[in-house]
């Protein structure tokens, strides 16, 4: 019998539910799952049409029902289920009319944005043939313009068809280029890195869009209903494409909560599309929260829970549909038989003991990996091809200066400098002016740093081109006068890449101590993160020896895979005026070498007035520097010279035709990921790296000729650390090139850089405690903020389970023990639609992901851990822990202990060197067996790490030679700052350190975590919300689920 739109079922009659679905789809365990479940309240009849009535029979003589569902796949006759749907007017779960939008991925954001959805900034390309010319489309190097709008790499492609899913993400120059595509999973890839590609697709129309910084994770939700959505993370394919796995082949998803935003944003959407049961793919970033793809009919997979909530929400909206007599309150049992919820993996709980003081917080500021020298080379031009080249890329301003970093305008100084440089070398015989030799040998080395590794990686070279003097000339059009510059200071620096004992330092050893090295808690921290319960945040500086530690780190922490570009723009974010720089102290930095060099060069040294050198040697100024520093000085400038000789011999043999046709078998670019030696180049005598004899030569003579000034007499003691770095590089990379006493050169330049170094920072305490704090002032304010925030977290979690508690013992008889779950969104936690969810305490902008404990089978499911890494230089580490070791000695603390332990200051001051990789830690615990008020419920542990050790290299022995075999040097454990037993509240190491940090006003207020924010309101029903929740999720754990 025909069913009029709006109809009732017949008292007593069943409500025919028709499945007019691909049986692939249908055959699926999830609905599966809820149609049985569906079935089981004896309300409904299924009715299932199969693929031979859909593809074959007409509409007539379909069966007929009450409500259908129905929804496109591949192969389905949408056109048909439309006809039917029109003649037997059925209710209909997911409308069928809007699924066309879905096939196209332009419609489906003009309706999004229709509807005040947010989504990422987009712009759309369309072509009416392949490979069509658009006036409107501009592709440049390291971005596209869309009708005036661009669209900087990181930038995703997307084709317009939605059922077309080869998705590109391309990479900036900056940090290595190359394209990475996305598509549908194929055994455990969803992604693959193309490192040569550069351009974008023409062969179509597309969408392109901005890319949004996810931390690495995508969050897929499932609306059922309205007023019903279940949300779920996996790791982004965006990161390295491999697919996260369990024993039974599924993919890793762990639920997480929505906030109140992205709730309402998952109800307007399933309004917007009149989809009933839909999923879409949410992107948080940055504090906002975006709809970048809707899917349509979609359920979650391996979820008992989501299915009883499923057919629950699904049978309501079929009775007010159909049946509004009968009634919709749920029974008080369930009537179907309660599976058993899927085990844990063993893997993902927390093992041990339960204790009373749990990890909360871990922040480490660590130094990147072992690199290449840094260098750089001055020179002044008057050549017009390069005055022009200024000119071209600074606008045209005679007096501005011009920064060339693209590939683009490298290769236009390639270009310039090739016709510049001469044919041939002119002998030292050659009556050439001496300036003019110079020149041309500097202008060789430029031109060979360009071609070096066969193509250019702006993240590693960059020149200023620097206007010195100008001349009047006439304009083109002879009227009137105009400047034209005439001489300019070029300033080529390069170097400082990580090289492959740098990867292998962060990426295996590292990782394999690293765990228990920083967070002390062995794999447990993996666990955490791998079930949404450990807040990673990655920071890096903006060098890009620094920025590619930070990547190989979370390379090898996350048991990542491919090559680190991805992994560096999906994971790391930059924040240079964190993380780099020294301009904010320079003028005490100045004052503190103009000192150090009076020591150095005298033999003098001054007693600090504080205390004596013998008690405490660390007050004394320019403490650890050798008492025969001058004499050391000559036998430095001695000992350079001799080995500079023997690489200038050695780069005389090389042939200078391999500049026009560089080696092409090393490539920067390419070579980022890898962690092993280059043998070949090794086995032919060539230097390490893509360092040819030329570059090592131009090296060495820098040093040899900035370290002491002959016709002066003058030693410049800045660059005693870049003679001990030259010296420790080719130590440990080229000693098969056999260079002679560069082991004595490596003793004498250890001796005074380890005085000079650690006092170029600050002469005395006062100074390095000045310098320190001005340095490392606004990463020592957000550590600040990372430890308040966490502790503000611990403590609102501590509060809602105290209210919880007592809710559920004075409710107890209220709430019968299998009573069903609250599935509707709770009016108290909507808020409309909107790019961020924005609160007056918002915090910082970082995105957070917490589990659902409604549906997570995990123990301690609340549990969790925030982790900050920063990954920084030199400067930073040596700053903040001055800072740290010294902050008692401030006017406004006088009186106060050290936060360091007097053997700690002792060992610190006998560390002359915090190598690569070294590290500073700090760990916050918190005692949930002392009251909330009581300041020792959170105690701070400091711990750091000294980086590569060097003293295997010290010994003949079968050690040293496979440490210099494989070019790399072991990373030290951790010590202790603090007496083992002490406690440092986290109250005193605010009032110690506030002074030197950035005031807290000037970040943004911190805030409850993200995923929380529903948790946290002070409403009586979000409240009565969260007793249910809990007795629901205590039954459901005493009934087997752990």
């Not at 980022?672 to 043998?679: E, P, Q, V, Y």
């Not at 851990?865 to 903040?880: A, C, D, P, Q």
């Not at 440092?984 to 940090?997: D, G, I, S, Y």
Request: glycine share 6%; with cysteine; net charge negative.
């Amino acid at each position: 019998m025909e069913v009029d739109e709006g109809a009732s079922v017949a008292v007593g009659g069943k409500i025919k539910v028709g499945v007019c679905v691909m049986e692939k789809k249908v055959s699926s365990s999830p609905m599966g799952q809820i149609l049985d479940r569906l079935e089981s309240f004896g309300e409904f009849e299924i009715l299932q049409f199969g693929d031979k009535t859909i593809l074959e029979d007409p509409i007539e003589s379909w069966p007929i029902c009450d409500c259908l569902i129905a929804f496109h796949s591949c192969g389905y006759p949408l056109e048909k289920a439309q006809a039917y749907a029109a003649l037997r007017k059925p209710f209909l779960v997911n409308e069928l009319d809007p699924q066309y939008l879905l096939h196209d991925r332009r419609k489906v954001y003009e309706h999004l944005e229709m509807y005040g959805i947010p989504v990422p900034r987009y712009a759309c390309v369309n072509r009416k043939v392949p490979n069509e010319d658009l006036d409107y489309f501009v592709e440049e190097e390291d971005f596209v313009e869309v009708n005036g709008e661009r669209f900087w790499k990181p930038f995703v492609e997307k084709p317009v068809n939605g059922d077309d899913h080869s998705i590109m993400i391309y990479y900036p120059s900056s940090a290595g280029g190359g394209m990475k595509e996305l598509f549908r999973k194929i055994g455990n890839r969803s992604s693959e890195f193309h490192p040569d590609v550069r351009r974008v697709r023409r062969e179509g129309s597309f969408i392109y869009e901005e890319f949004m910084p996810t931390g690495g994770t995508d969050v897929k939700v499932y609306t059922v209903g309205p007023e019903y959505a279940h949300a779920e993370a996996r790791k982004s394919p965006v990161v390295d494409g491999v697919v996260m796995r369990n024993n039974d082949g599924k993919e890793v998803r762990y639920p997480v909560l929505l906030t109140p935003a992205e709730k309402q944003m998952a109800r307007q959407l399933c309004i917007a599309f009149r989809q009933a049961v839909c999923g879409f793919d949410l992107l948080r970033s940055e504090g906002c929260s975006y709809v970048c793809d809707v899917n349509g009919w979609s359920f979650v997979k391996n979820s008992y829970k989501y299915y009883d909530d499923a057919a629950c929400v699904l049978r309501k909206m079929c009775l007010d549909a159909k049946a509004p007599h009968l009634s919709s309150t749920l029974p008080p049992n369930f009537p179907w038989k309660v599976n058993k919820p899927v085990k844990p993996n063993e893997g993902l709980t927390r093992q041990g003991s339960e204790q009373s003081e749990e990890l909360r917080c871990v922040i480490a500021v660590i130094r990147h990996g072992d690199r290449t020298p840094k260098q750089k080379v001055k020179l002044k031009v008057t050549e017009e091809k390069l005055l022009n080249l200024m000119l071209k890329y600074n606008g045209g301003k005679p007096r501005a200066e011009t920064k060339l970093k693209s590939a683009v305008q490298l290769q236009d100084l390639l270009d310039a400098t090739r016709m510049l440089v001469p044919r041939t070398r002119s002998g030292r015989d050659s009556d050439s002016d001496p300036e003019d030799l110079e020149h041309a040998e500097k202008l060789r080395q430029v031109k060979a740093v360009l071609e070096e590794g066969g193509h250019f990686s702006g993240i590693y070279r960059k020149v200023q081109l620097k206007p010195l003097k100008w001349v009047k000339v006439p304009k083109n059009d002879g009227e009137g006068e105009e400047e034209k510059p005439v001489e300019a200071l070029m300033i080529l620096k390069y170097g400082g890449v990580l090289t492959h004992s740098g990867r292998k330092q962060v990426c295996h050893y590292f990782t394999m101590n690293g765990l228990n090295m920083i967070a002390g808690e062995g794999t447990g921290l993996l666990r955490l993160h791998s079930t949404y319960r450990h807040d990673l945040k990655i920071y890096s500086s903006d060098e890009g020896r620094v920025q590619m530690s930070a990547a190989a780190f979370a390379k090898g922490l996350l048991d990542l895979e491919g090559q680190l570009t991805p992994i560096l723009v999906s994971l790391v974010s930059k924040d240079s005026s964190m993380l780099d720089g020294l301009d904010t102290a320079s003028i005490e930095m100045e004052a503190a070498k103009a000192r150090l060099n009076e020591i150095v060069t005298s033999g003098k040294k001054m007693i600090h007035e504080n205390g004596s050198s013998e008690e405490f040697p660390w007050m004394t100024d320019g403490s650890g520097v050798p008492p025969n520093a001058q004499q050391l000085l000559h036998e430095l400038v001695t000992l350079t010279k001799n080995v500079t000789e023997q690489v200038r011999i050695l780069a005389m043999g090389e042939n200078e035709n391999l500049t026009h046709e560089p080696y092409d078998m090393y490539d920067q670019a390419k070579a980022l990921g890898k962690t092993n030696i280059d043998s070949d180049r090794i086995a032919s005598g060539l230097p390490c790296g893509s360092e040819g004899f030329l570059l090592m030569f131009a090296r060495w003579i820098k040093l040899a000729r900035d370290l002491y000034n002959e016709r002066k007499d003058r030693f410049d003691i800045t660059q005693i650390p870049d003679v001990y770095d030259s010296c420790k590089y080719d130590l440990l990379h080229n000693s098969h090139l056999g260079l002679k006493g560069l082991d004595e050169l490596f003793k004498v330049a250890q001796l005074l850089a380890d005085g000079v170094i650690p006092n170029e920072y600050g002469i005395n305490p006062q100074q390095k405690l000045k310098i320190g704090s001005k340095v490392a002032r606004r990463l020592m304010g957000k550590i600040l903020i990372d430890l308040r925030n966490t502790r503000e977290e611990a403590m609102s979690v501590a509060e809602l389970k105290e209210q919880v508690t007592y809710s559920l013992s004075a409710s107890k008889k209220q709430h019968d023990k299998n009573s069903p779950p609250k599935l509707f969104i709770n009016s108290d936690d909507v808020r409309r639609p909107g790019a961020c969810d924005k609160n007056d305490d918002d915090d910082d902008k970082e995105t957070k992901y917490r589990l659902d404990p409604k549906y997570a089978n995990v123990k301690k499911p609340e549990r969790h851990v925030r982790t900050r890494l920063y990954f920084t230089s030199e400067s930073h580490i040596h700053s903040l822990m001055n800072v740290l070791r010294y902050c008692n000695l401030d006017e406004s603390l006088q009186g106060e202990d050290s936060l360091i332990s007097q053997n700690a200051l002792e060992r610190l001051f006998k560390t002359k060197e915090l190598d690569y990789m070294s590290y500073i830690v700090l760990r916050l615990f918190e005692n949930t067996e002392v009251s909330l008020e009581d300041p020792k419920r959170f105690r701070i542990e400091l711990t750091f790490s000294r980086g590569a050790d060097l003293s295997p290299l010290e010994n003949n022995d079968e050690e040293a030679e496979s440490l210099l075999r494989e070019h790399t040097l072991p990373i030290m454990g951790p010590e202790r700052l603090q007496e083992v037993g002490s406690c440092l509240t986290l109250e005193t190491m605010e009032k110690m350190v506030r002074p030197f940090a950035m005031p807290p006003e000037d970040f943004p207020p911190a805030s409850a975590p993200v995923g929380f924010s529903g948790y946290f309101s002070k409403s009586a029903a979000v409240l009565e919300r969260l007793v249910k929740l809990f007795h629901n999720y205590k039954n459901s754990s005493s009934n087997g689920k752990s």
